[in-house]
């Protein structure tokens, strides 16, 4: 109940299409949704972070969509860019100090 | 500023040996945490802290000790290391537990256990 899915694993993309990144949970008691970004070699950073009760947030090239009732959210990387190539983990939290993290999914764009 | 620094990049340790990871934040922050993440996998918490003096265990705690003397640092030792331990460990900060979320994450060190 703690989990949190992502899929895929890895993504490989055209220069100028849309990344798609799907998570999935089933603690309700979740209420904070960060995407977190990772170059090779470096430490994850916060990218862009929703609450329920929002059902979309968007922050230049990246948007967050949120269905509460399918307790399902994602993450769109519009025209996405070789710079964008890293590793993509959303993860959950309730507010407390531990952070449920997915997986992650490896993005590849290609020039 | 640093924010988040982690020290050593790299290490390789034999079975049995023991070592610490040292973290050190110049933020102010209150919070910091350890993190391992291995191939495939999220990240899972080690140990945390919300203050100097303070700490508790996160998931996967066995195998791994934290002391918190001072708000800056916040290093982690491996007693007896395993090869289960090999990993790439993550040390974080933030400012509060309602933002712990927006953690700063230092540049990681990866272990290998042989």
């Known amino acids: 109940q703690q989990q949190v899915k992502q899929s895929p694993q890895s993504l490989i993309v055209q220069k100028g299409g849309i990344s798609i990144i799907n998570c999935a949970y089933e603690?309700?008691?979740?209420?904070?949704f960060p995407w977190y970004q990772q170059f090779p070699g470096k430490g994850p950073a916060l990218l862009i972070a929703?609450?329920?009760?929002?059902s979309e947030k968007k922050e230049g090239r990246f948007t967050i969509s949120f269905n509460k009732s399918a307790k399902q959210f994602s993450l769109h990387i519009m025209d996405s860019q070789p710079g964008d190539s890293a590793t993509y983990f959303c993860?959950?939290?309730?507010?407390?100090?531990?952070?449920?993290f997915g997986a992650g999914t490896r993005l590849f764009v290609k020039a | 500023n640093a924010g988040v620094t982690q020290t050593p990049k790299f290490r390789i340790l034999k079975i049995g040996q023991s070592m610490t990871l040292q973290c050190a934040q110049d933020?102010?922050?209150?919070?910091m945490y350890w993190y391992r993440q291995d191939p495939g996998m999220g990240l899972k918490l080690i140990y945390y802290?919300?203050?100097?003096?303070?700490?508790d265990k996160g998931e996967v705690p066995n195998g791994y000790n934290v002391s918190r003397s001072t708000t800056e640092d916040f290093p982690l030792r491996l007693e007896l290391a395993a090869p289960s331990q090999t990993s790439v460990y993550f040390c974080?900060?933030?400012?509060?537990?309602?933002?712990?979320?927006?953690?700063?994450f230092g540049q990681g060190t990866r272990l290998t256990v042989v």
């Open positions: 993860a959950a939290n309730t507010g407390g100090f531990k952070t449920i």
């Open positions: 933020m102010n922050h209150n919070y």
């Open positions: 974080a900060s933030s400012y509060s537990a309602r933002e712990n979320t927006e953690a700063f």
């Open positions: 802290s919300v203050g100097a003096g303070i700490t």
């Open positions: 929703i609450r329920p009760d929002v």
């Open positions: 603690n309700t008691a979740f209420d904070y």
